[in-house]
């Protein structure tokens, strides 16, 4: 039904072909194993070793590119759905965990399955992609990014220097809010200065990087979901593929009052046009953008409340591990990698790191002030009484916000 999850690839002269299967060209991959009689523990490293073989079988040249087994124990089944990165992104889980739970629904109760109608292929986005990266609309950001480009960042401090970056030297420490604490961050905590969760996110780690650094300028890769409204006509609301858009952002920390900094962050991921999906394009289709290869050492990614979404009256996620998902020889892009989520109601914040170029105290510490800055924040935002605007809420992201305070002093002069 999902057109992308028959893609295979290719190399040709040195590039690489994306192409669909037929539907009659795709054989399904599905096992049921039999686990009754194992212990917990014993289950554990059995299905880690089940997981790990099924991801890493998934071939990118023959397909399929989605592969599943159902794991059968004393205590309930656990399934596990492995699909390559490349034909799918978070928005399209979402897709397919919804349309698996409806054909569950039709199928326990006999019916036919039929899925909503598919919208847009991903062939359809792409070739408009092509024609859009033409446009005078997009050529227009070229020189936003070549600003960004430009900016010369604050270094992030090594405990030692490393030749390489792979997957194999990774480790990762987790924070992680309580119940409370996560509650005020997706709600009360935006009236104030009418933030998005990532203002808020990115205020507490550009303070912590500001600490950590002692610099002003933080470079940071963020992570969109892509599918912004840019191209008339095509619809890819529920369109499964990997749509993401990665872009870079300078966050100016040199503000000190917590108020201005939370007001500048916000300004600040406001002028990103389109929400960053033009870098890319920009990037791969004109060489018009990063072409100086600027990369920051840093990336980040708020993946959502992904587990209240994944939750149902027929299934719900398991605890069981769920395969190594990436090659151990990759190459690990960044010094730290953050990665955000909502996971039985609590904020929880991931951080990997090179073990060869730190010392895990010392990403312990950056995690815990991390934590302590964004507590910072959530309690200066829930105590704060009144609402404070920025040019962004009123569509003059033009104006700065020393420009933006005298108005408001001259209409409360006027109302007087």
């Given at each position: 039904?999902?057109?992308?999850?028959?893609?295979?690839?290719?190399?040709?002269?040195?590039?690489?072909?994306?192409?669909?299967?037929?539907?009659?060209?795709?054989?399904?991959?599905?096992?049921?194993?039999?686990?009754?009689?194992?212990?917990?523990?014993?289950?554990?490293?059995?299905?880690?070793?089940?997981a790990d073989s099924l991801q890493s079988s998934l071939d990118l040249q023959n397909g399929p590119l989605l592969k599943g087994e159902l794991y059968r124990t004393e205590a309930g089944d656990h399934l596990l759905i492995a699909v390559h990165h490349l034909?799918?992104?978070?928005?399209?889980?979402?897709?397919?965990?919804?349309?698996?739970?409806?054909?569950?629904?039709?199928?326990?109760?006999?019916?036919?399955?039929?899925?909503?109608?598919?919208?847009?292929?991903?062939?359809?986005?792409?070739?408009?992609?092509?024609?859009?990266?033409?446009?005078?609309?997009?050529?227009?950001?070229?020189?936003?990014?070549?600003?960004?480009?430009?900016?010369?960042?604050?270094?992030?401090?090594?405990?030692?220097?490393?030749?390489?970056?792979?997957?194999?030297?990774?480790?990762?420490?987790?924070?992680?809010?309580?119940?409370?604490?996560?509650?005020?961050?997706?709600?009360?905590?935006?009236?104030?200065?009418?933030?998005?969760?990532n203002d808020i996110l990115l205020s507490a780690l550009g303070l912590t990087m500001k600490e950590w650094t002692d610099g002003v300028k933080i470079g940071i890769n963020l992570e969109g979901h892509g599918r912004e409204d840019i191209i008339p006509n095509?619809?890819?609301?529920?369109?499964?593929?990997?749509?993401?858009?990665?872009?870079?952002?300078?966050?100016?920390?040199?503000?000190?009052?917590?108020?201005?900094?939370?007001?500048?962050?916000?300004?600040?991921?406001?002028?990103?046009?389109?929400?960053?999906?033009?870098?890319?394009?920009?990037?791969?289709?004109?060489?018009?953008?990063?072409?100086?290869?600027?990369?920051?050492?840093?990336?980040?990614?708020?993946?959502?409340?992904?587990?209240?979404?994944?939750?149902?009256?027929?299934?719900?996620?398991?605890?069981?591990?769920?395969?190594?998902?990436?090659?151990?020889?990759?190459?690990?892009?960044?010094?730290?990698?953050?990665?955000?989520?909502?996971?039985?109601?609590?904020?929880?914040?991931?951080?990997?790191?090179?073990?060869?170029?730190?010392?895990?105290?010392?990403?312990?510490?950056?995690?815990?002030?991390?934590?302590?800055?964004?507590?910072?924040?959530?309690?200066?935002?829930?105590?704060?009484?009144?609402?404070?605007?920025?040019?962004?809420?009123?569509?003059?992201?033009?104006?700065?916000?020393?420009?933006?305070?005298?108005?408001?002093?001259?209409l409360e002069e006027n109302l007087k």
């Amino acid at each position: 039904h999902h057109d992308a999850l028959r893609m295979v690839y290719r190399e040709e002269n040195g590039d690489i072909i994306q192409s669909y299967k037929r539907i009659d060209e795709c054989e399904v991959s599905f096992e049921i194993v039999d686990l009754y009689g194992s212990d917990e523990d014993m289950l554990k490293s059995q299905i880690k070793v089940l997981a790990d073989s099924l991801q890493s079988s998934l071939d990118l040249q023959n397909g399929p590119l989605l592969k599943g087994e159902l794991y059968r124990t004393e205590a309930g089944d656990h399934l596990l759905i492995a699909v390559h990165h490349l034909v799918v992104d978070g928005v399209s889980w979402r897709i397919l965990l919804e349309d698996f739970a409806s054909g569950y629904v039709q199928a326990e109760n006999e019916e036919k399955i039929v899925f909503p109608q598919k919208t847009n292929s991903f062939k359809d986005w792409a070739e408009e992609l092509a024609a859009f990266s033409q446009s005078a609309h997009l050529l227009q950001q070229a020189e936003y990014w070549a600003q960004i480009d430009a900016e010369e960042v604050s270094a992030v401090p090594k405990d030692a220097e490393t030749e390489e970056r792979i997957v194999k030297h990774t480790s990762s420490v987790i924070c992680e809010l309580n119940e409370e604490d996560t509650k005020h961050l997706l709600t009360d905590v935006h009236q104030p200065y009418g933030t998005e969760i990532n203002d808020i996110l990115l205020s507490a780690l550009g303070l912590t990087m500001k600490e950590w650094t002692d610099g002003v300028k933080i470079g940071i890769n963020l992570e969109g979901h892509g599918r912004e409204d840019i191209i008339p006509n095509v619809n890819i609301s529920r369109t499964v593929g990997w749509f993401t858009a990665q872009y870079p952002v300078v966050l100016d920390m040199s503000e000190t009052d917590v108020s201005a900094v939370i007001k500048a962050v916000k300004e600040n991921l406001r002028r990103v046009p389109d929400k960053g999906v033009g870098y890319g394009i920009l990037r791969y289709f004109t060489e018009q953008a990063g072409a100086q290869g600027f990369t920051p050492e840093i990336s980040f990614n708020y993946l959502g409340q992904f587990d209240s979404e994944v939750k149902t009256d027929f299934f719900e996620p398991s605890a069981f591990d769920m395969g190594r998902q990436v090659s151990e020889e990759s190459e690990a892009l960044y010094a730290l990698s953050f990665s955000g989520m909502i996971r039985n109601g609590r904020f929880v914040l991931s951080c990997s790191y090179n073990e060869k170029e730190y010392e895990r105290a010392t990403v312990e510490a950056q995690m815990e002030r991390f934590k302590e800055n964004l507590l910072l924040i959530i309690r200066h935002c829930t105590e704060k009484e009144d609402k404070e605007f920025t040019p962004s809420d009123f569509s003059a992201g033009d104006l700065e916000m020393d420009e933006m305070g005298d108005i408001f002093d001259m209409l409360e002069e006027n109302l007087k």
